[in-house]
């Protein structure tokens, strides 16, 4: 694929303007409020009108199914009609070996094809707001560029800041990297508290748990508990619940631990997608694809779960 090949050679500089434009095209979306057939508030994309999804999860360097994924859905046919929707879940970097090829691909694609793509963001692309280990990304940036890997790194971690962090799906879905936020009145007023989200220079919980928290079956009175990452939450399926009900949506799809492709909790209400097996030998790789008029009957997870697409 050519632009396997791009992204294996871009030179320090070449990188450098790649990252420099997809900020610009993220900057714009953000400025105009608006992506074909949807609308963009801060860091809150509802989509309103598409044709054909698809979505995928966690790659962690893992830039083989990423280019495998990009040509069984031959993404240039795709993409090229702007209501087709790519949906990226996050976590691009860090415990794999070809971080920087996704960050690259995903960047041109995202600057190519603005109204098609979109870019969610991981709690490996937050290391500054909420650190944590394996980050092994610099490293990466430095074993390739030498000493431009500051410069890189630094650039990279603004076009982070631009991501998105939630994105509604013709009320049909809600997409997010990590989990649900555990207070009610964040899922009451979702719109004004995943907007702004990201602007909080201080630590924020609603950037927090949307980026770490994970889903357990938890007692319906407790509702939430302190989760064994450090960050984030664990939340209960009275959680799932209400913010199914605050957004319209059937069912929730986030990416952020390894499965076998996919995994169904809280009674089907939320579905966890997973997109490399590199780094995971004793996980499947998947995708999500289907079209708008399978969407619009889907009534829960599980039924989504047909549409799940493996990697073999
Ligand atoms: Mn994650």
């Not at 989509?47 to 360097?61: A, K, Q, R, T, W």
């Not at 929707?85 to 190519?112: M, N, Q």
């Amino acid at each position: 694929m050519q632009l396997a090949e791009s992204a294996k050679n871009a030179d320090a500089s070449e990188f450098m303007h790649k990252i420099r434009e997809a900020e610009y095209a993220l900057q714009e979306g953000r400025r105009k409020k608006n992506i074909a057939g949807g609308r963009i508030n801060g860091g809150l994309l509802e989509v309103y009108e598409l044709e054909n999804l698809v979505i995928i999860s966690d790659l962690h360097g893992d830039s083989k199914s990423l280019f495998r994924i990009l040509s069984e859905i031959n993404y240039e046919q795709f993409l090229s009609k702007e209501l087709n929707k790519l949906v990226f879940l996050g976590d691009y970097i860090d415990r794999g070996s070809d971080s920087l090829s996704i960050i690259y691909s995903v960047c041109y694609l995202k600057s190519t094809y603005p109204d098609s793509v979109i870019v969610m963001r991981g709690n490996h692309e937050a290391p500054g707001e909420f650190p944590f280990s394996p980050h092994d990304f610099p490293y990466e940036i430095e074993d390739r560029f030498g000493n431009r890997w500051r410069e890189i790194y630094k650039e990279i971690l603004s076009m982070f800041r631009l991501l998105t962090l939630a994105t509604v799906v013709r009320q049909k879905l809600l997409l997010v990297h990590g989990g649900l936020p555990t207070e009610d009145a964040a899922a009451e007023n979702f719109r004004e508290s995943i907007a702004f989200a990201h602007e909080s220079q201080v630590r924020n919980s609603v950037l927090e748990e949307i980026l770490w928290n994970d889903p357990r079956q938890i007692d319906e009175n407790k509702g939430q508990e302190k989760s064994r990452r450090g960050l984030g939450r664990y939340f209960g399926p009275n959680v799932t619940r209400t913010w199914l009900q605050a957004t319209g949506a059937k069912a929730v799809v986030r990416g952020h631990e390894p499965c076998q492709g996919f995994r169904l909790d809280h009674d089907n209400m939320i579905m966890t997608l997973f997109s490399c097996s590199d780094v995971y030998p004793n996980s499947a790789a998947a995708y999500l694809m289907l079209n708008a008029a399978k969407l619009d009957t889907i009534k829960d997870a599980k039924e989504l779960s047909v549409h799940v697409k493996f990697l073999a």
